[in-house]
């Protein structure tokens, strides 16, 4: 087994390892390794690298840019077993979750990379004499702030979408999960990317947060997390008229149709839920079942939910990791105490596993009303609240009743059903009799509360980039 990379800054092309902090094991809170402290003079430095880097980056061209984005993903699928084995480690997720987390990442940056050579612009039809054009170019500089629970996929969205559209990068990675971010941005210059076009840099968020956005040389800030800070960075970019892409929290509703294959419902929910210990923005989480399915569903869940066996990352058996901190732990079982106290029914889990670290059980509650603080604020843990509808409208409605918009789920064999979701129910993405609502060819994003910008596909490949009409007058 490998051992905890010895994980360091990126800033010009120069790997630094100032000010080091300790990194933790969520299972069992051993101290696994370290990981650096940026200053305000590495926040400088990492701008004034980002510009030279951005001049650099773009004299490659599409062609050559692709051909670097192409090397690292290569990179990343040969290094995928270590890495998810540093990935496993720091964030608690079995080895295969992380594994495939790794090679998604990969996926992204390649399409990305792809995708850098059509950003097309258009020619307008006008008046004889005027040849009217539009041109996508790159935004500049971007400061990006990705989250600790998707430690290689979600810098792997933000670099993807800045490097295939021509852009540096200044990503301030996750302090709890800091190998992964170190990991991809280690294949990128092993690719030969050049110096200073992406700068990794860790450290206190409020203050590299407020040092990056007001800077002038910044053009863009993307972030992935909760809402409360998702809002207060969006506002701080307002106030430097900075164009943001926030994709924040979510709490995703399950519709369960009286036509739907149960079997398949309760399987899909079952790994949906416990990806991560339910620590992900898009995790199934408000099941609103159709009454006539409703006890059978919650039968079947609850039997399957007790199958899943919390555990090491590192253990081959294990099918669920620990919840990322105390803080967490303490959070979730704020939130179960409080849906019994208001009338609903535990049906398996709710008590943290006995032992050293953060492993709390897959959680069923039915009978969940509207009310409890788990069905209003977005529990990030393994819970599932089951509440009965009396079918697709009754559904949407209340799915519809929280600021979230995220992600949403529908299992139903009724074209009405799929219809009335499609319409109707208000998330950025939607997946019927499946969970998988996340590839790289794809836009991703939310509504409401849950932020706005995206990230992949043309259109969050667009979100780099800055339109620049050009009118020439001829002859």
Request: charge should be negative; include cysteine; aromatic fraction near 6%.
């Amino acid at each position: 087994m490998n051992a905890y990379p010895e994980t360091r800054m990126l800033i010009g092309g120069e790997w630094r390892s100032d000010d080091v902090r300790p990194v933790y094991n969520p299972f069992d809170e051993a101290e696994i390794g370290a990981r650096p402290h940026a200053n305000t003079t590495d926040l400088a430095d990492a701008v004034s690298a980002a510009e030279d880097g951005l001049r650099a980056w773009g004299n490659l061209g599409p062609e050559g840019r692709e051909a670097i984005m192409v090397a690292a993903a290569r990179l990343l699928r040969e290094r995928s077993a270590d890495i998810a084995r540093t990935i496993s480690l720091e964030g608690g997720k079995p080895v295969a979750e992380a594994t495939a987390e790794t090679l998604r990442a990969a996926d992204i940056i390649e399409w990305d990379g792809h995708e850098g050579r059509r950003l097309y612009g258009r020619i307008i039809p006008g008046p004889i004499g005027i040849h009217n054009a539009v041109y996508r170019q790159p935004i500049g500089v971007v400061a990006a702030f990705t989250p600790w629970n998707f430690p290689i996929s979600s810098p792997s969205r933000k670099v993807g979408g800045a490097l295939g559209a021509g852009c540096s990068i200044v990503l301030k990675a996750a302090e709890d999960t800091p190998g992964g971010a170190f990991e991809l941005v280690r294949a990128f210059v092993d690719a030969g990317l050049p110096a200073g076009v992406i700068n990794l840099i860790y450290g206190d968020p409020p203050s590299i947060s407020e040092y990056l956005i007001p800077q002038p040389e910044v053009r863009l800030v993307t972030f992935t997390g909760s809402v409360p800070v998702g809002k207060h960075l969006a506002a701080l970019a307002g106030q430097h008229m900075k164009p943001v892409i926030m994709e924040l929290g979510g709490h995703a509703p399950v519709f369960v149709s009286s036509t739907a294959d149960l079997q398949l419902a309760v399987e899909m929910s079952i790994i949906g839920k416990s990806m991560n210990a339910g620590q992900v923005c898009v995790s199934p989480t408000r099941f609103f079942v159709e009454d006539s399915v409703y006890d059978d569903f919650a039968e079947l869940l609850t039997k399957r939910a007790q199958d899943v066996r919390v555990g090491s990352g590192q253990d081959a058996a294990t099918t669920m990791g620990p919840l990322i901190n105390a803080r967490r732990v303490e959070a979730v079982e704020k939130l179960v105490d409080d849906a019994v106290d208001t009338g609903a029914r535990l049906l398996t889990g709710g008590h943290r596993l006995g032992g050293r670290g953060f492993g709390y059980p897959l959680t069923i509650m039915g009978e969940v009303p509207d009310h409890a603080r788990a069905m209003q604020e977005e529990p990030f843990g393994p819970l599932a609240l089951l509440t009965r509808v009396s079918g697709v409208d009754e559904a949407i409605t209340r799915a519809n009743s929280v600021p979230y918009g995220l992600a949403g789920y529908g299992f139903t064999e009724s074209a009405r059903d799929i219809a009335a979701l499609t319409e109707r129910l208000e998330v950025g993405v939607l997946a019927i009799n499946h969970l998988v609502i996340s590839v790289p060819e794809a836009p991703y994003g939310g509504i409401k509360d849950s932020g706005y910008g995206r990230e992949g596909g043309t259109e969050g490949l667009g979100c780099y980039t800055v339109s620049k009409n050009v009118l020439t007058r001829l002859g």
